[in-house]
């Protein structure tokens, strides 16, 4: 009976690690167990591969291990964890909030996000859903997505959020194009005045775009100004790596 316990609250803990990365103490609340238990099971799952521990922010995460067990159930539903590392990653290089998203329709889901220890910093918007017109994910999306889904989104009402939103379907059908040409999209206060970001695609093992990587931050200081083009070298680099470790798992 207690082997069986112990197995059931592994699992416990892996399934409150899916909805994102957390440190001993949240995991500890979201399983109801008590910390001893908790860092006990960590650790062995720490040992077999199940769980990875990030050595700088003290916070545990699901592992290769799951990863590679999750991916017969197709790698789309295991994005989280596999674009996690390169999130970190990202936000390391750059200095700001990375962030993973996919497309909803005309709106943009988001899944994820690496925060950062600045004093000022961006919202999480993981869990959140915004217009895809108005945000770079969205744009990189629909530009590099399905014909079906480039129409939807220039068909769709274009809200504008604020006075740099572009709310016009043929100015917007011309920056799409732009946007496949370059590579990356960027967003300079058109969702929310003070935010600016910059996205680029995640391809999946089908080599349809499904989801993208962004860099987010204050716009006082993003981006960096003669550092634009390291900045999107980064979020394509980390998009295609994203993309590459789909396309590698079998």
Not at 45 to 56: F, K, M, P
Not at 164 to 185: M, P
Not at 188 to 210: D, F, K, Q, Y
Not at 211 to 223: D, E, K, W
Request: aromatic share 4%; proline share 4%.
């Amino acid at each position: 009976m207690t082997t069986v316990q112990s197995v059931e609250r592994a699992f416990g803990v892996l399934r409150s690690l899916s909805s994102g990365p957390a440190r001993l103490s949240e995991i500890a609340e979201r399983t109801e167990l008590p910390k001893s238990t908790v860092s006990r099971l960590l650790s062995t799952l720490v040992d077999v591969g199940a769980v990875e521990r990030s050595d700088d922010r003290g916070e545990y995460g699901l592992g290769e291990l799951i990863i590679d067990l999750s991916v017969s159930a197709g790698p789309e539903r295991s994005l989280i964890a596999f674009a996690r590392p390169s999130l970190e990653e990202l936000s390391a290089a750059t200095g700001e909030a990375a962030g993973l998203s996919v497309l909803d329709g005309t709106r943009v889901h988001y899944l994820d996000q690496v925060d950062t220890t600045h004093e000022v910093s961006v919202r999480d918007w993981t869990g959140e859903s915004l217009d895809a017109h108005a945000v770079p994910s969205g744009l990189v999306m629909a530009a590099f997505g399905t014909a079906h889904a480039r129409d939807r989104l220039l068909t769709a009402p274009l809200r504008a959020w604020t006075d740099n939103t572009v709310t016009d379907s043929a100015v917007l059908a011309r920056r799409l194009d732009d946007i496949r040409t370059a590579g990356f999209a960027w967003g300079c206060e058109e969702l929310s005045v003070g935010l600016s970001s910059v996205a680029a695609p995640v391809v999946g093992r089908s080599g349809s775009v499904i989801a993208a990587i962004h860099v987010h931050a204050p716009s006082f200081r993003f981006p960096v100004e003669g550092a634009e083009a390291a900045t999107e070298a980064n979020v394509v680099e980390y998009g295609q790596r994203v993309s590459e470790r789909l396309a590698g798992a079998r």
